[in-house]
């Protein structure tokens, strides 16, 4: 009965997003609803047999919202602020122009993948794409390149960042949920996603199908604002603020392995390494440059911070929708009894948190929601044991990506800059999403095996 009950939930969270086209956020809280009733959950806060006093259902939910928000407002918050102050102030602009003059257009898909992994770094896709792809388009017209020998490495590289590691998030959402370490997270991530994302992107653009596609970028659809290497910061300037949050969060990381959590030095990076306040001492520190350096305004840093909290206002509602269903399943039983299930599977829960959350994808394009839903279904193997909290995070964020289409914001945001059919779309961008999420499985299961639990 508990997994008909979710079962249904499910079917109920998809007719909501897919048929009525209701928001991810409301949808969730709406699913959390049902399947609480549905588990007999009591509506207000009772007293059981025992005396002892048991949540009501809405106060489930109150507190999965919370709980689940307000551990993450901070790290969105701080990493969305620091990465569209970068880019408002040239930093990407800087980075990519800098890269493809010194690696010679020859070399020019390299420049432009390491130019995506950093900007893709403290960037969510959509905003690091549409900073880069005039770039592209500038290069391709100046050098006569066809469009998408550039484009598709962005692409794959911005999209491997996005999804696999923290501070984005749909990571950070799974990494909290599965109470896993952000920076052992993040290390473990770069391990596979720089190789397995730079090597995907450069042989992509080089596969027979991929060559046949022609893009027609729409005149105007771009903003293409010419900087001049007066308003650009410098490219050491950048290039260092931008990796600052990865040095100090990874950093901390690396120490916790090599000198042990008792270490004095690790403890110092403990402090500074921590996730959230190592994105804001990168943005104090980007602050200072451009404040006191560079002389900008501080009304105009203010605005850019202020206008950056805008793109991650419905993520952060829609994680809180995630952590109310995690909450619902936990607290109504259905989570204990999928542990039990799973207990006895000969199945690893790498593969099967990859699975739910590939199915859920799949079914509702969101990867924000299918992250979180998926999260609160494969939670339970966590408590179970026997695999690496992080590892099963990044399985989880790997399902993730699995095969971007018609139903995926990000699939009509490509298909649009790039001026592309559906069907081209779906050959160039489906494929490679189906390829980075299997091999990123691949990926979590070899980590399994050297990585302690």
């Given at each position: 009965?508990?997994?008909?009950?979710?079962?249904?939930?499910?079917?109920?969270?998809?007719?909501?997003?897919?048929?009525?086209?209701?928001?991810?956020?409301?949808?969730?809280?709406?699913?959390?609803?049902?399947?609480?009733?549905?588990?007999?959950?009591?509506?207000?806060?009772?007293?059981?047999?025992?005396?002892?006093?048991?949540?009501?259902?809405?106060?489930?939910?109150?507190?999965?919202?919370?709980?689940?928000?307000?551990?993450?407002?901070?790290?969105?918050?701080?990493g969305a602020m620091l990465g569209v102050f970068m880019a408002d102030m040239g930093a990407a602009n800087r980075l990519a122009t800098t890269m493809?003059?010194?690696?010679?257009?020859?070399?020019?898909?390299?420049?432009?993948?390491?130019?995506?992994?950093?900007?893709?770094?403290?960037?969510?896709?959509?905003?690091?794409?549409?900073?880069?792809?005039?770039?592209?388009?500038?290069?391709?017209?100046?050098?006569?390149?066809?469009?998408?020998?550039?484009?598709?490495?962005?692409?794959?590289?911005?999209?491997?960042?996005?999804?696999?590691?923290?501070?984005?998030?749909?990571?950070?959402?799974?990494?909290?949920?599965?109470?896993?370490?952000?920076?052992?997270?993040?290390?473990?991530?770069?391990?596979?996603?720089?190789?397995?994302?730079?090597?995907?992107?450069?042989?992509?653009?080089?596969?027979?199908?991929?060559?046949?596609?022609?893009?027609?970028?729409?005149?105007?659809?771009?903003?293409?604002?010419?900087?001049?290497?007066?308003?650009?910061?410098?490219?050491?300037?950048?290039?260092?603020?931008?990796?600052?949050?990865?040095?100090?969060?990874?950093?901390?990381?690396?120490?916790?392995?090599?000198?042990?959590?008792?270490?004095?030095?690790?403890?110092?990076?403990?402090?500074?390494?921590?996730?959230?306040?190592?994105?804001?001492?990168?943005?104090?520190?980007?602050?200072?440059?451009?404040?006191?350096?560079?002389?900008?305004?501080?009304?105009?840093?203010?605005?850019?911070?202020?206008?950056?909290?805008?793109?991650?206002?419905?993520?952060?509602?829609?994680?809180?929708?995630?952590?109310?269903?995690?909450?619902?399943?936990?607290?109504?039983?259905?989570?204990?009894?999928i542990l039990g299930i799973t207990e006895n599977l000969s199945l690893s829960p790498i593969i099967i948190a990859w699975l739910i959350a590939a199915?859920?994808?799949?079914?509702?394009?969101?990867?924000?929601?299918?992250?979180?839903?998926?999260a609160g279904i494969a939670l339970p193997m966590i408590a179970g044991g026997g695999v690496s909290p992080e590892i099963m995070t990044l399985a989880?964020?790997?399902?993730?990506?699995?095969?971007?289409?018609?139903?995926?914001?990000?699939?009509?945001?490509?298909?649009?800059?790039?001026?592309?059919?559906?069907?081209?779309?779906?050959?160039?961008?489906?494929?490679?999403?189906?390829?980075?999420?299997?091999?990123?499985?691949?990926?979590?299961?070899?980590?399994?095996?050297?990585?302690?639990?």
């Amino acid at each position: 009965m508990p997994l008909v009950i979710l079962a249904l939930g499910i079917a109920l969270l998809l007719f909501l997003m897919i048929v009525l086209k209701m928001n991810g956020f409301i949808a969730l809280v709406i699913v959390s609803v049902v399947v609480g009733m549905a588990q007999g959950m009591p509506l207000l806060a009772t007293v059981d047999d025992k005396g002892e006093k048991v949540k009501g259902l809405l106060d489930v939910i109150q507190s999965g919202v919370g709980g689940q928000t307000g551990k993450l407002v901070l790290l969105l918050g701080f990493g969305a602020m620091l990465g569209v102050f970068m880019a408002d102030m040239g930093a990407a602009n800087r980075l990519a122009t800098t890269m493809i003059n010194k690696f010679g257009i020859k070399h020019s898909q390299l420049a432009i993948v390491i130019v995506s992994f950093l900007v893709g770094v403290v960037l969510f896709y959509e905003t690091a794409f549409v900073i880069i792809i005039p770039i592209v388009f500038a290069v391709c017209r100046a050098y006569k390149i066809p469009v998408m020998w550039l484009a598709m490495p962005m692409a794959i590289a911005l999209s491997t960042m996005h999804s696999f590691l923290p501070p984005h998030p749909g990571p950070s959402a799974v990494a909290n949920m599965y109470d896993a370490s952000i920076g052992l997270t993040m290390l473990y991530g770069l391990i596979f996603a720089i190789p397995l994302g730079a090597v995907v992107a450069i042989m992509w653009p080089r596969l027979p199908f991929v060559k046949s596609v022609t893009a027609r970028p729409p005149a105007g659809l771009v903003n293409e604002k010419e900087w001049t290497d007066e308003e650009m910061p410098g490219f050491w300037a950048s290039l260092c603020i931008t990796a600052l949050p990865v040095i100090l969060i990874g950093g901390h990381a690396i120490l916790e392995v090599t000198l042990g959590h008792d270490h004095a030095v690790t403890k110092v990076m403990a402090f500074i390494g921590h996730d959230w306040f190592a994105l804001m001492i990168s943005l104090l520190v980007a602050v200072a440059y451009f404040g006191l350096l560079r002389k900008v305004p501080m009304d105009k840093i203010m605005a850019s911070c202020a206008a950056s909290v805008k793109s991650i206002a419905m993520i952060v509602f829609i994680i809180g929708g995630g952590g109310a269903f995690a909450a619902v399943l936990k607290n109504g039983g259905i989570s204990d009894y999928i542990l039990g299930i799973t207990e006895n599977l000969s199945l690893s829960p790498i593969i099967i948190a990859w699975l739910i959350a590939a199915l859920m994808r799949v079914a509702l394009g969101s990867a924000s929601v299918a992250v979180v839903a998926a999260a609160g279904i494969a939670l339970p193997m966590i408590a179970g044991g026997g695999v690496s909290p992080e590892i099963m995070t990044l399985a989880t964020t790997c399902g993730s990506i699995m095969a971007s289409h018609v139903n995926d914001p990000g699939f009509w945001m490509f298909k649009e800059f790039l001026g592309l059919s559906v069907a081209e779309t779906i050959k160039v961008r489906t494929t490679y999403t189906s390829l980075l999420s299997v091999l990123g499985l691949g990926a979590c299961l070899l980590l399994s095996l050297v990585v302690p639990v």
